[in-house]
């Protein structure tokens, strides 16, 4: 029998951002990719994301939470998820805040509301190695890249807020088909660990929306650290408050980039859909 098999996992999404949590505090089992990818396909459970938690590495923290997207590669931030994996660990206890570790450090997250919640993400990152790119460049706010009318350059402000982005901002979302352009970007030679690539358009200085096509996941109907990144873009540029509301396809998130300590904060709400139970046969399956 396979070593997942028998385990329950849980439904969730974060404004249809699909997320599968799977807990292993109690295993030393750590997936592979092939694994994830029999998760991702396994019936009813296709996610964006799963978040598997791991007993917890650092004093003060509940879990050491490793992400996967959909394709079986790892990711260093997923705020969505994130913000379910708070719902799931709070259940158990009465604290309204938590920290939980990831590749990315040790994220602070808060209880909102019943269904709602907060996580701190960290400094963005704004250097060419940090981000990162395949060499430097003039300016990472500034990269351009020949997708705009007639081939003319469109700008992207780069950023790592825990992952890399790539953030557009643009003055007509419409003209702009991101299931084309997101596989390309993706991969551009620029980006040597691909990239979350966003197109956003300021609507107001405190309400931005935006599209994105996620690494390792593609259209996606949020993205929480693509969140993060269009408003850290949006405010490098000079277009938006610190604190504003960004609307995705799936609902919107709130973002506030800290001016005291830098930190990015992305709160919103999280809906729990079901449990389910891994089946042996979709690891042999996966194997053939
Ligand atoms: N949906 C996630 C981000 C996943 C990022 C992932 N696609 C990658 O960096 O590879 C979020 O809410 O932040």
Redesign the pocket.
């Known amino acids: 029998m396979h070593p997942l098999a028998r385990r329950l996992v849980t439904k969730m999404n974060?404004i249809g951002?699909e997320i599968v949590l799977l807990d292993l505090r109690d295993s030393p089992y750590e997936l592979d990719a092939r694994s994830v990818r029999a998760i991702a396909q396994a019936p009813d459970l296709a996610f964006?994301?799963l978040m598997v938690l791991h007993a917890p590495v650092s004093a003060g923290t509940e879990a050491y939470v490793r992400?996967y997207?959909r394709d079986g590669?790892e990711?260093?931030?997923?705020?969505?998820?994130t913000r379910c994996v708070a719902w799931t660990l709070m259940q158990d206890t009465p604290h309204e805040t938590l920290r939980v570790e990831t590749l990315n450090g040790i994220l602070v997250c808060e209880r909102k509301g019943e269904r709602r919640f907060s996580v701190e993400m960290g400094r963005p990152r704004f250097g060419w190695q940090d981000i990162p790119l395949s060499g430097p460049v003039p300016d990472t706010a500034a990269i351009p890249f020949p997708i705009g009318p007639g081939g003319t350059p469109l700008l992207a402000a780069a950023v790592n807020v825990g992952?890399?982005h790539a953030v557009f901002l643009v003055d007509d979302l419409d003209a702009y088909d991101l299931s084309v352009l997101g596989p390309a970007l993706e991969h551009d030679a620029i980006f040597p660990e691909r990239a979350?690539i966003s197109f956003a358009q300021v609507r107001e200085r405190n309400h931005i929306v935006v599209r994105v096509w996620?690494?390792?996941?593609g259209l996606?109907y949020?993205?929480?650290?693509?969140a993060c990144a269009v408003l850290v873009a949006a405010v490098r540029r000079g277009l938006a408050e610190r604190n504003a509301v960004i609307s995705l396809p799936g609902g919107d998130l709130h973002v506030t980039w800290r001016q005291s300590d830098d930190q990015v904060v992305l709160a919103g709400p999280v809906e729990l859909e079901f449990k389910a139970i891994l089946e042996s046969r979709w690891f042999e399956d996966a194997a053939a």
């Open positions: 974060g951002n964006d994301q992400i997207n590669s990711a260093g931030a997923c705020g969505n998820g992952n890399p979350n996620e690494r390792g996941a996606t949020a993205c929480g650290s693509a």
